[in-house]
């Protein structure tokens, strides 16, 4: 079964999601983060790990290997529940093979955008491989194929790194993303609340209702 991640900083967001009881994890950014006023990483995503007790991805800020490195050390101490977010570069899978060493080296490779790098990922250690799909149909590209074809290529090798699904837009992605076997889905609050909503539903509510005010008025 697929899991549903909501990719935001915000508390009251994610706090909503969470009493649906549909959501599975939470990835943020520092763009995220500063969107929602949150100066302090530590403290607020502590606060979306009290809420969700699920994986919730923190990014490093480093360019080089040995910074990602001593941030995944800090980050990964917060809480078990934390994975940190390491962008697919030659550093970055230098960091990941290290991290993926500890213990507790849980990793979320971000930032891809071919196949090729998801392999690479997986083959460091990562936990998580998050396609950027969204970012790649901006560009003419078909992001979904490369969801397709990394589930293939893990699927033939054995990996445990889960494909991740992100920079979901719209529902299309989000149907997409499921017949393609992503194990995870990361969408931002307003493609989840679309995931729900259909007009038809809320006519057919409006009807049983109507209909059973017509019954118990007969009684």
Known sequence: MAQI???TASVEEIREAASWG????VTT?????????AADLKANTLKIVE??????SAEVLSTNAAGMVEEARDILSW???VYVKI???VEGLKAMKEIASWPNGRINATLIFSPTQAYLVARAGASFASIFVGRMDDAGLDGMEVVRQTREIF????FDCQVLAASIRHNGHVLDSLLAGAD???VPFTVLQKMIYSPFTDVGVERFLADWEKVAGKE
């Open 79 to 81: 809480s078990e529940h």
């Open 5 to 7: 991640f909501i990719d």
């Open 87 to 89: 962008p697919t570069t």
């Open 22 to 25: 549909v959501l599975d994890g």
């Open 51 to 56: 809420i969700v007790q699920g994986p919730v």
């Open 29 to 37: 950014n520092p763009t995220l983060m500063m969107r929602a006023g």
């Open 155 to 158: 699927d033939n090798y054995g």
């Open 184 to 186: 995870i889905l990361t």
